[in-house]
């Protein structure tokens, strides 16, 4: 991976986050990415309703 990765890349590492800490490495990747991919940050903000979604339901 490069000083910038592509969104495939991005969205794999952020579905990751959702289950496992990253290294520092690839966290400042995803959070580089995202200050400039629109279509990313939504991605992170549906995984981060539908986790809250699946919590809920569990309760």
């Known amino acids: 991976m490069g ?3 592509p969104c495939k890349g ?4 952020i579905s990751q986050m959702q289950d496992q800490r990253l290294t520092l490495r690839k966290r400042w990747l995803v959070r ?10 939504h991605f992170e903000r549906q995984l981060a309703i539908l986790r ?3 919590v809920r339901y569990r309760e």
């Open 10 to 13: 991005a969205s794999r590492l």
């Open 3 to 5: 000083p910038l990765i």
């Open 52 to 54: 809250e979604a699946m």
């Open 32 to 41: 580089l990415h995202l200050l400039f991919c629109d279509a990313c940050r």
